[in-house]
């Protein structure tokens, strides 16, 4: 409930600022599956755009932080928790913060591990991890 209040407060001139000058480059994902990681992908941009914040390639020198994340699953009965850890280093490979969670969902179809994940559950971990993000750089992340 306290991420949804925050993330609908709006920002002020020099969060919005700090936010706006952040270009954002997502390293590979790692542990997820291809498939699994495309809603991920997919979503991180539509929201990092929603959010003000400028998505860069691989290959962009002027990337200001850099995002890495580590995907993991654990099935259990007829649910399958994706869990993450998302660390946040300054261009020159200093960790500055890390995002960590999980989310429970019903599994899809009968499988277990990544083909069990819903790409809706990739979707709200991308959303959950944009909103956290610009929290945190509006917060003490602008440094």
Do not use: C
């Amino acid at each position: 409930p306290t991420a949804t209040a925050a993330a609908s407060t709006p920002a002020t001139p020099a969060q919005a600022a700090a936010i706006a000058k952040t270009r954002l480059q997502v390293a590979p994902i790692v542990g997820a599956s291809v498939e699994a990681a495309a809603p991920l992908t997919a979503e991180l941009q539509t929201r990092a755009r929603q959010r003000g914040v400028t998505l860069v390639g691989s290959t962009d020198q002027t990337a200001t932080h850099v995002l890495k994340g580590y995907f993991s699953t654990m099935s259990e009965g007829k649910e399958t928790t994706v869990i993450y850890v998302w660390d946040i280093y300054d261009p020159s490979g200093n960790r500055l913060h890390r995002i960590n969670g999980q989310q429970k969902a019903a599994s899809v179809g009968s499988g277990e591990g990544w083909p069990a994940v819903a790409p809706a559950t990739m979707q709200a971990i991308a959303d959950q991890t944009i909103d956290q993000f610009t929290a945190w750089l509006g917060g003490d992340g602008a440094g």
